[in-house]
DNA sequence: ATTTAACATCGTAATATTGCAATATTAAAA
DNA sequence: TTTTAATATTGCAATATTACGATGTTAAAT
Protein backbone atom coordinates (compact mmCIF):
# COMPACT_ATOMS: atom_id res chain seq x y z
CA UNK A 1 0.00 0.00 0.00
CA UNK A 2 2.88 2.78 1.43
CA UNK A 3 0.09 4.64 2.95
CA UNK A 4 -0.27 4.83 6.87
CA UNK A 5 -3.27 3.88 8.18
CA UNK A 6 -3.80 6.81 10.31
CA UNK A 7 -7.36 6.16 11.50
CA UNK A 8 -5.95 3.42 13.42
CA UNK A 9 -4.18 5.21 16.02
CA UNK A 10 -5.00 8.07 18.74
CA UNK A 11 -4.41 11.76 17.39
CA UNK A 12 -2.06 11.81 19.86
CA UNK A 13 -0.48 9.14 18.48
CA UNK A 14 0.05 10.43 15.26
CA UNK A 15 1.04 13.81 15.99
CA UNK A 16 3.62 12.49 17.87
CA UNK A 17 5.17 10.31 15.29
CA UNK A 18 4.16 13.61 12.85
CA UNK A 19 6.79 15.54 15.05
CA UNK A 20 9.14 13.23 14.53
CA UNK A 21 8.86 12.51 11.29
CA UNK A 22 9.51 16.08 10.48
CA UNK A 23 12.48 16.23 12.45
CA UNK A 24 13.37 12.62 10.40
CA UNK A 25 15.49 14.04 7.58
CA UNK A 26 19.21 15.55 7.71
CA UNK A 27 18.71 18.20 6.09
CA UNK A 28 16.12 19.23 8.48
CA UNK A 29 18.17 18.61 11.42
CA UNK A 30 21.23 20.83 9.94
CA UNK A 31 18.66 23.74 8.81
CA UNK A 32 17.91 23.95 12.69
CA UNK A 33 21.33 23.67 13.35
CA UNK A 34 22.24 26.66 11.18
CA UNK A 35 19.70 28.87 11.72
CA UNK A 36 20.24 28.63 15.57
CA UNK A 37 23.78 29.94 14.76
CA UNK A 38 23.05 32.41 12.98
CA UNK A 39 20.95 36.11 14.15
CA UNK A 40 19.66 36.49 10.52
CA UNK A 41 18.47 33.54 8.48
CA UNK A 42 18.34 34.07 5.20
CA UNK A 43 17.54 31.13 3.29
CA UNK A 44 19.59 31.76 0.48
CA UNK A 45 22.64 31.14 2.98
CA UNK A 46 21.13 28.29 3.49
CA UNK A 47 21.33 26.68 -0.62
CA UNK A 48 24.99 27.26 -0.22
CA UNK A 49 25.29 26.35 3.30
CA UNK A 50 23.71 22.96 3.32
CA UNK A 51 23.94 22.17 -0.87
CA UNK A 52 20.73 21.48 -1.80
CA UNK A 53 19.12 22.73 -4.49
CA UNK A 54 16.97 26.45 -3.85
CA UNK A 55 13.82 24.43 -4.63
CA UNK A 56 14.62 21.55 -2.16
CA UNK A 57 15.43 23.83 0.81
CA UNK A 58 12.31 25.65 0.25
CA UNK A 59 10.72 22.45 0.61
CA UNK A 60 12.48 21.30 3.89
CA UNK A 61 11.48 24.82 5.20
CA UNK A 62 8.10 24.25 4.49
CA UNK A 63 7.70 21.08 6.21
CA UNK A 64 9.84 22.54 9.67
CA UNK A 65 7.16 25.74 9.76
CA UNK A 66 4.07 22.63 9.02
CA UNK A 67 4.88 21.93 12.90
CA UNK A 68 5.40 25.50 13.77
CA UNK A 69 9.40 25.03 14.30
CA UNK A 70 9.82 27.81 12.09
CA UNK A 71 8.71 31.54 11.61
CA UNK A 72 9.04 33.18 8.09
CA UNK A 73 9.30 36.65 7.95
CA UNK A 74 9.28 39.46 5.08
CA UNK A 75 12.67 41.00 5.00
CA UNK A 76 12.83 43.10 1.79
CA UNK A 77 12.86 40.69 -1.39
CA UNK A 78 14.55 37.79 1.55
CA UNK A 79 12.80 35.86 4.08
CA UNK A 80 13.96 35.88 7.25
CA UNK A 81 13.64 31.99 8.70
CA UNK A 82 13.49 31.99 12.98
CA UNK A 83 13.26 29.24 15.34
CA UNK A 84 9.63 29.72 16.90
CA UNK A 85 11.41 29.48 20.46
CA UNK A 86 7.98 28.64 22.30
CA UNK A 87 7.15 25.93 19.60
CA UNK A 88 10.66 24.80 20.72
CA UNK A 89 10.16 24.23 24.08
CA UNK A 90 7.01 23.05 23.75
CA UNK A 91 8.29 20.84 21.45
CA UNK A 92 11.16 19.55 23.71
CA UNK A 93 8.98 19.33 26.44
CA UNK A 94 6.21 16.86 24.70
CA UNK A 95 8.82 14.43 23.65
CA UNK A 96 10.12 14.58 27.04
CA UNK A 97 7.02 13.78 28.10
CA UNK A 98 6.45 10.99 25.82
CA UNK A 99 10.06 9.13 27.06
CA UNK A 100 8.93 9.69 30.80
CA UNK A 101 5.60 8.68 30.47
CA UNK A 102 7.14 5.09 28.94
CA UNK A 103 7.54 3.33 31.81
CA UNK A 104 10.63 1.07 31.73
CA UNK A 105 9.26 -2.11 33.54
CA UNK A 106 9.41 -4.40 30.78
CA UNK A 107 11.00 -7.86 31.19
CA UNK B 1 15.13 11.63 -7.06
CA UNK B 2 13.76 10.24 -4.00
CA UNK B 3 16.80 9.56 -2.32
CA UNK B 4 18.28 11.23 0.16
CA UNK B 5 22.08 12.92 -0.28
CA UNK B 6 23.06 11.62 2.81
CA UNK B 7 26.94 12.41 2.03
CA UNK B 8 26.96 16.07 2.32
CA UNK B 9 25.56 15.83 5.75
CA UNK B 10 27.88 14.95 9.14
CA UNK B 11 27.23 11.56 10.45
CA UNK B 12 25.91 13.50 14.05
CA UNK B 13 23.01 14.80 11.34
CA UNK B 14 22.30 11.64 9.53
CA UNK B 15 22.35 9.21 13.02
CA UNK B 16 19.91 11.96 14.86
CA UNK B 17 17.57 12.17 11.35
CA UNK B 18 17.87 8.51 11.78
CA UNK B 19 16.65 8.07 15.15
CA UNK B 20 13.78 10.43 14.87
CA UNK B 21 12.79 8.88 11.45
CA UNK B 22 11.83 5.83 13.15
CA UNK B 23 10.17 7.37 15.72
CA UNK B 24 8.12 8.96 13.32
CA UNK B 25 5.28 6.56 12.86
CA UNK B 26 2.56 5.99 14.82
CA UNK B 27 2.28 2.60 14.58
CA UNK B 28 5.67 2.84 16.02
CA UNK B 29 4.97 4.93 19.14
CA UNK B 30 2.32 2.71 19.83
CA UNK B 31 4.20 -0.18 19.76
CA UNK B 32 6.24 1.81 22.26
CA UNK B 33 3.70 2.66 24.24
CA UNK B 34 2.18 -0.07 24.62
CA UNK B 35 4.96 -2.38 25.70
CA UNK B 36 6.22 -0.03 27.88
CA UNK B 37 2.99 -0.72 29.91
CA UNK B 38 3.08 -4.25 29.76
CA UNK B 39 5.50 -6.39 32.02
CA UNK B 40 5.54 -9.54 29.39
CA UNK B 41 5.35 -8.32 25.83
CA UNK B 42 4.79 -10.58 23.22
CA UNK B 43 4.58 -9.75 19.77
CA UNK B 44 1.11 -11.47 18.91
CA UNK B 45 -0.67 -9.43 21.31
CA UNK B 46 0.34 -6.16 19.41
CA UNK B 47 -1.11 -7.61 16.53
CA UNK B 48 -4.07 -7.48 18.05
CA UNK B 49 -3.91 -4.72 20.37
CA UNK B 50 -2.40 -2.06 16.90
CA UNK B 51 -4.24 -3.52 14.37
CA UNK B 52 -2.26 -3.65 11.10
CA UNK B 53 -0.90 -7.01 10.13
CA UNK B 54 1.52 -9.96 11.41
CA UNK B 55 4.03 -9.45 8.76
CA UNK B 56 3.49 -5.50 9.16
CA UNK B 57 3.99 -5.88 12.84
CA UNK B 58 7.04 -7.54 12.52
CA UNK B 59 8.66 -4.76 10.24
CA UNK B 60 8.02 -2.33 12.94
CA UNK B 61 9.28 -4.05 15.15
CA UNK B 62 12.68 -4.58 13.40
CA UNK B 63 12.96 -0.95 12.62
CA UNK B 64 12.87 -0.16 16.62
CA UNK B 65 15.58 -2.68 16.54
CA UNK B 66 17.53 -1.41 14.42
CA UNK B 67 18.22 1.67 16.63
CA UNK B 68 18.60 -0.25 19.32
CA UNK B 69 15.77 0.78 21.56
CA UNK B 70 13.80 -2.92 21.71
CA UNK B 71 15.11 -5.94 23.03
CA UNK B 72 13.64 -9.66 21.59
CA UNK B 73 14.43 -12.12 23.43
CA UNK B 74 12.75 -16.23 22.22
CA UNK B 75 10.75 -17.21 24.91
CA UNK B 76 9.57 -20.81 23.76
CA UNK B 77 7.81 -20.41 20.02
CA UNK B 78 6.94 -16.66 21.67
CA UNK B 79 9.50 -13.66 20.98
CA UNK B 80 9.51 -11.37 24.03
CA UNK B 81 10.45 -7.88 22.97
CA UNK B 82 11.19 -5.26 25.61
CA UNK B 83 12.56 -1.74 25.50
CA UNK B 84 16.05 -1.61 26.00
CA UNK B 85 16.54 0.71 29.06
CA UNK B 86 19.98 2.15 28.60
CA UNK B 87 19.41 2.77 24.79
CA UNK B 88 15.89 4.75 25.87
CA UNK B 89 17.56 7.03 28.13
CA UNK B 90 20.74 7.52 26.31
CA UNK B 91 18.69 8.39 22.93
CA UNK B 92 16.45 11.03 25.51
CA UNK B 93 19.64 12.43 26.49
CA UNK B 94 20.91 12.58 22.79
CA UNK B 95 17.33 14.27 21.49
CA UNK B 96 17.54 16.58 24.61
CA UNK B 97 21.43 17.23 23.42
CA UNK B 98 20.04 18.39 19.88
CA UNK B 99 17.12 20.81 21.73
CA UNK B 100 19.81 22.56 24.19
CA UNK B 101 22.50 23.29 22.13
CA UNK B 102 20.58 24.67 19.29
CA UNK B 103 20.44 28.12 20.32
CA UNK B 104 17.41 30.48 20.24
CA UNK B 105 19.51 34.12 19.43
CA UNK B 106 17.99 34.58 15.64
CA UNK B 107 16.03 37.61 15.00
C1' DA C 1 9.13 50.25 -16.67
C1' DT C 2 12.89 46.81 -16.75
C1' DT C 3 15.91 44.22 -14.57
C1' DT C 4 17.61 41.62 -10.87
C1' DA C 5 17.49 38.92 -6.61
C1' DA C 6 15.27 35.94 -3.43
C1' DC C 7 12.19 32.88 -2.66
C1' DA C 8 7.84 29.78 -3.71
C1' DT C 9 5.38 26.55 -6.46
C1' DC C 10 4.68 23.09 -10.08
C1' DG C 11 5.73 19.09 -12.53
C1' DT C 12 8.16 15.09 -12.73
C1' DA C 13 11.68 11.32 -12.18
C1' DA C 14 13.86 8.35 -8.92
C1' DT C 15 13.70 6.09 -4.79
C1' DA C 16 11.68 4.92 -0.13
C1' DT C 17 8.00 3.48 2.82
C1' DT C 18 3.88 1.16 4.12
C1' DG C 19 1.08 -2.79 4.26
C1' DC C 20 -0.18 -7.40 3.41
C1' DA C 21 -0.60 -12.18 1.42
C1' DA C 22 2.12 -15.99 0.89
C1' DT C 23 5.63 -18.51 2.45
C1' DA C 24 9.61 -19.71 5.44
C1' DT C 25 11.33 -20.84 10.06
C1' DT C 26 11.42 -22.41 14.66
C1' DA C 27 10.00 -24.64 18.79
C1' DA C 28 6.63 -26.54 21.76
C1' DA C 29 2.69 -29.89 21.88
C1' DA C 30 0.29 -33.82 20.61
C1' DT D 1 7.23 -37.27 13.81
C1' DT D 2 3.32 -34.58 12.61
C1' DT D 3 0.84 -30.69 13.94
C1' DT D 4 0.24 -26.27 15.73
C1' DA D 5 1.52 -21.59 17.16
C1' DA D 6 4.35 -17.55 16.90
C1' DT D 7 7.15 -14.85 14.42
C1' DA D 8 10.29 -13.63 10.33
C1' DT D 9 11.06 -12.99 5.52
C1' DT D 10 9.92 -12.36 0.70
C1' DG D 11 7.61 -10.26 -3.03
C1' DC D 12 4.77 -6.99 -4.62
C1' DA D 13 1.28 -3.10 -5.15
C1' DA D 14 0.07 1.45 -3.65
C1' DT D 15 1.48 5.64 -2.00
C1' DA D 16 4.93 9.00 -0.04
C1' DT D 17 9.25 11.38 -0.10
C1' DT D 18 13.22 13.52 -2.04
C1' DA D 19 15.34 16.30 -5.34
C1' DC D 20 15.59 19.54 -8.95
C1' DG D 21 14.67 22.17 -13.34
C1' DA D 22 11.45 25.29 -14.96
C1' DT D 23 8.53 28.69 -14.00
C1' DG D 24 5.85 31.89 -11.07
C1' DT D 25 5.85 35.85 -7.73
C1' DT D 26 7.32 39.82 -5.31
C1' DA D 27 10.01 43.71 -4.12
C1' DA D 28 14.12 46.38 -4.38
C1' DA D 29 17.41 48.47 -7.65
C1' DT D 30 18.47 50.53 -11.96
Redesign the interface.
Known sequence: MGI???Q???EQ??D???????????????I??Y???????ICNDLVEE???AQATISQHLKELKSIGLL?G?VEGKSM?Y??N?ER?TA??KQ??A??NT??????
Open positions: TKSIFTQNLAQLFKVLGHPARVALQISNQNACIGLNECCIIWLQLNFFTKLNCC
